[in-house]
């Protein structure tokens, strides 16, 4: 999806306006520290990464083009490299907590509802780490961040092809798991 804010945005931030740069970091910083977040388990992990998202992003801003990539894509991809330089040096696969990645807050209220919501998200998380890394990545940005089928495939490097079917055996899996769970 492309967004002309952001446009503009990049464009004043690229002639040096400092405020546009911190408002690009404003419209962006929750949602791509949801998906690192999503992506690592440790909060002061997600939070140094995503630190290094945007110092990457003012680094390489000058570079940006808005032909073809929409910004956001552009953000997840440098968000998702560093998650996987990470796990590369840590030897790991990339786990999806989703209480953190949806940004659950508990409220005042019935205790019993809460601890139901509790359960129902833990079965979800469990359900989504069953299936393919790939097809977690697709969930979490499709469906958690709320990215267009062709800003996850910016995002991932593959055609939108391949990410609606991903999405859509990821999706056929996570039902069939929730269904046995």
Known sequence: MFDSRD????????????DAVGELYDRHHELVFKY?????RDAALAEDLTGEVFARMVTHLSGYRCKGVPFRAWLYRIARNLVVDHYRKEGGRSPVPLCCAQGLR???GDPALIVEQKLALERVQHAL???????QEVVVLRFLLGLSLREVALTMDKTVAAVKSL?????RALRGTLKQV
């Open 129 to 135: 780490s069953r299936l393919d890394p790939s097809q």
């Open 167 to 171: 999405q859509h055996r990821g999706l």
């Open 106 to 108: 508990e409220r005042e």
């Open 36 to 40: 690192v977040r999503s992506r690592v």
């Open 7 to 18: 446009a503009v945005l990049v464009k004043r931030a690229q002639g040096g306006e400092v």
